[in-house]
């Protein structure tokens, strides 16, 4: 694409999603939803009037680090830590519940030959695609109802970072049993050494983002150099350390999230997200998307692989909360809450394309996944917070 042809597609973007999204808003849905929809709609799914570019997955990536910011600028530290042990085995639960399941399903479908063949690796695989949770979707509706800082909002948050680093690892596993070269302790060592780091460049940056604040306060270069540290630690968590870059950007959210003007900060930081970069983002889901190379064994397996994938996370993160002592509404916000799956998954399934593990084929299975847990989780997650005064 030319660059002045970007320039047209943005602006078909923005229009399009706020016209959806405020379409959305009046039938009492999410704008997330009426934002994806435009997407499919404009994009090669229906219209083919935008199409994907390197210059709109940029703006996208930008959106989802830029909102997993807020979302860390966001959440309550007490809450954060109040969760922390709940949020660890609901994250690991919810992990391990769909890689068997999307293992079983697999092998299910096509039969099995036995351990360590072609087909089994093929059936794991599709398991570690299912083990990713993209929570931004579920970042914006929970913003949008004011349950966000909420304890089960922190809940949903905390569980879905610490699932990140958790899938990480397994996916390196997972392709440590196919490639004997590659070491899955390095991995392992590298996500410690990122925890390391966040601590230390979290100290060090807390106090002097806290000397800055006082001495000026509501003035735009917090902000600024809030906005910096983001952009920083997104690219250092995946650079050295192999790990998402939202997961650096919702560090760096939570490093700041005590200031005294953290609101302010949030604030700031949305103006741009709401204006541009979160549009895009959400619509860009509904770019990617393209139905054509369905066939019927396909189209089965799909709808499998959709209902597998979103009910093994709600059975495994909202059991796991019913456990620790949620009431059942709550543990349900929970298992809704970790259904979504967006650019994680895709970049799981793009990961084993490339390591001969996965075929292109399934990337429709994928994106089917992402579009259906896009709209579908939003929806749901308004009506069980119906009638709830929002969070404080």
């Known amino acids: 694409m030319d660059r002045i042809g970007f320039f047209r597609d943005l602006a078909v973007i923005i229009v399009s999603a706020k016209l959806f999204g405020l379409l959305a808003q009046k039938l009492k849905a999410p704008q997330v939803v009426g934002e994806i929809i435009a997407g499919l709609i404009v994009g090669p799914c229906l219209l083919n009037i935008v199409g994907q570019s390197d210059y709109l997955s940029l703006i996208a990536e930008i959106g989802v680090v830029m909102l997993m910011f807020s979302a860390g600028l966001e959440t309550n530290m007490k809450d954060l830590l109040k969760t922390g042990p709940k949020a660890l085995l609901t994250a690991t639960v919810g992990v ?11 092998l299910l479908f096509y039969g099995f030959d036995g351990f360590g063949t072609d087909k089994f690796f093929r059936a794991l695989f599709i398991g570690t695609i299912m083990t990713a949770t993209s929570v931004g979707i579920t970042v914006q509706t929970l913003k949008e109802l004011g349950h966000l ?19 990480i690892v397994v996916l390196t596993f997972v392709i440590g049993l196919r490639s004997p070269g590659t070491s899955p302790l390095r991995v392992v060592g590298r996500v410690t050494l990122f925890i390391i780091m966040s601590i230390c460049i979290g100290f060090i940056a ?28 997104a690219f250092a968590a995946e650079e050295f350390f192999g790990i998402a870059d939202i997961t650096g950007a919702y560090v760096a959210g939570l490093i700041l999230c005590s200031l005294q003007d953290s609101d302010y900060i949030a604030r700031k930081v949305d103006i741009n997200s709401y204006m541009i970069f979160g549009p895009v983002f959400f619509a860009s889901i509904g770019l990617k998307t393209e139905f054509s190379g369905f066939d019927r064994e396909l189209v089965l397996f799909s709808v499998g692989f959709v209902l597998v994938a979103l009910l093994t996370k709600v059975i495994g993160c909202g059991l796991t909360a019913r456990l620790l002592g ?25 990961k084993g394309l490339s390591v001969g593990m996965l075929d292109s084929k399934y990337f429709a299975c994928v994106i089917t996944l992402i579009i259906v847990s896009s709209i579908s989780v939003p929806i749901i997650l308004k009506q069980l917070y119906k009638h709830e005064t929002p969070a404080a």
């Not at 391990?96 to 697999?106: A, M, N, Q, R, S």
């Not at 800082?149 to 899938?167: N, P, R, W």
């Not at 002097?208 to 906005?227: S, Y």
Request: proline content about 4%; glycine content about 10%; overall charge positive.
């Open 149 to 167: 800082k909420g304890e089960i909002g922190t809940l949903i948050m905390s569980s879905a970072i610490i699932d990140d680093i958790i899938g």
């Open 206 to 233: 807390y106090y002097i983002f806290k000397w800055i604040d006082k001495r000026h306060p509501h003035q735009r270069r917090v902000p600024i150099l809030g906005l910096a540290l983001c952009m920083f630690l």
């Open 326 to 350: 949620e009431n059942a509404r709550d543990s349900l916000k929970v298992g809704v809450g970790m259904m979504t799956r967006g650019e994680v998954a895709l970049i799981v399934a793009q």
């Open 96 to 106: 391990f519940v769909p890689l068997i399941g999307g293992t079983v399903l697999y």
